[in-house]
């Protein structure tokens, strides 16, 4: 087992699921409490592909494989479908689409291995920006609760869109794995965007670059017992990492790596979060900011973030270092309450 164990653990487990034509994945299964904090999905490539040579709704369960590369939009509107791009490209400059569209996919959809290009002019100003980028899972009317995801070994070039975008029902065991994510520094692009409720989704190992939010839990669905962990994130005009308000508890922020962006990391509103090991540099504001409260009109609204973990990070070369405000309950410490040097101390320089 690979990490530092804490006392409040998630409880994985596996379970297997045989998808058409040969394809098998097997799936994290998340419980109420943090007991691993690498979790992973294995995916076993199936031999039987169907060939995929232009734009297409895959419509009916199985494997399929990318013979050239693409332009346009696939559309997904099946559960049980395995995308291997086989190292081939899909772009897509038109207005309102994305490079891969999951619509109304109750469960297993598995995409992996190549290069999704969405241009700049996919967003004119009226058209709102999630409605253009890499991969969109938009589910609206057909199922309220979705699982099993995986987007593994991607390379998503995005404009004013969005790289990986989740929205719609609730959403639980969703792995983005090994991504790289790359922007062109405009307004309103995203790297990776939770927007809905969400439960074990796994961000481990992805590369962004040049949009304006790195990885962004957005507020009005909640994010819980989910892990951001060993990504690096560099030259983001805000923030790198934000969980906004309202969205959910028991997540784990770790050992990511931060440069040269406008915030670091921004968490509010959440119960039992772990942020450690983490290394911030060269910000502009504040490297990691943990907040409770915001104000709405002439009302004071408190949120109560509490019994946060805070510990273990690096923030150097920021404009502001580690800051919290607004919350007694806030802990700032490691395992051992009383602890503030060694190992699991912060260090802001």
């Known amino acids: ?19 058409g034509q040969g394809a098998r994945q097997i799936a994290v299964t998340m419980g109420n409490t943090l007991d691993l904090l690498e979790s992973d999905v294995y995916l076993v490539q199936s031999t039987q592909k169907k060939t995929i040579a232009g734009v297409i709704t895959i419509s009916e369960p199985g494997s399929y494989g990318l013979a050239h590369d693409i332009e346009g939009q696939i559309t997904i509107a099946t559960s049980d479908v395995y995308l291997d791009f086989n190292g081939h490209t899909i772009t897509n400059n038109v207005v309102g689409q994305n490079c891969i569209l999951i619509y109304d996919v109750e469960r297993n959809v ?40 995986v987007f593994e070994d991607l390379t998503i070039s995005v404009c004013t869109g969005r790289g990986i975008l989740l929205q719609g029902g609730s959403i639980s065991n969703c792995l983005i794995k090994n991504c790289k994510i790359i922007g062109n520094s405009m307004r309103y692009s995203t790297g990776i965007t939770l927007g809905t409720n969400g439960v074990g989704i796994i961000i481990n190992h992805c590369e962004i670059s ?140």
Not at 112 to 138: Q, W
Not at 234 to 262: H, Q
């Open 110 to 149: 598995t995409i992996r291995n190549g290069f999704l290009i969405s241009g700049c002019v996919c967003y004119n100003g009226v058209d709102r920006p999630e409605n253009c980028g890499g991969i969109k899972m938009a589910m609206y009317t057909a199922f309220d609760h979705v699982q099993g995801f």
């Open 210 to 349: 040049g949009v304006q939010h790195g990885i962004r839990f957005r507020g009005g669905g909640d994010a819980n017992f989910s892990v951001i962990q060993n990504c690096t994130i560099m030259n983001c005009m805000l923030w790198a990492i934000i969980i906004d308000e309202n969205s959910g508890s028991g997540n784990i922020i770790r050992n990511n790596t931060i440069r040269n962006c406008g915030y670091g990391i921004r968490a509010s509103s959440l119960v039992k979060a772990f942020i450690y090991q983490n290394d911030v540099q060269g910000c502009q504001y504040t490297g990691v900011n943990i907040y409770d409260e915001f104000n709405s009109g002439v009302n004071r609204v408190v949120h109560c973030a509490s019994s946060f973990y805070v510990y273990g990070n690096f923030a150097k070369n920021n404009n502001g270092g580690i800051a919290y405000n607004y919350s007694s309950e806030i802990l700032l410490k490691t395992t051992s309450p009383s602890a503030t040097t060694g190992l699991y101390a912060n260090a802001s320089l």
């Open 1 to 19: 087992m690979k990490g530092l164990m804490l006392s409040c653990v998630l409880l994985c487990a596996v379970s297997t699921t045989i998808l």
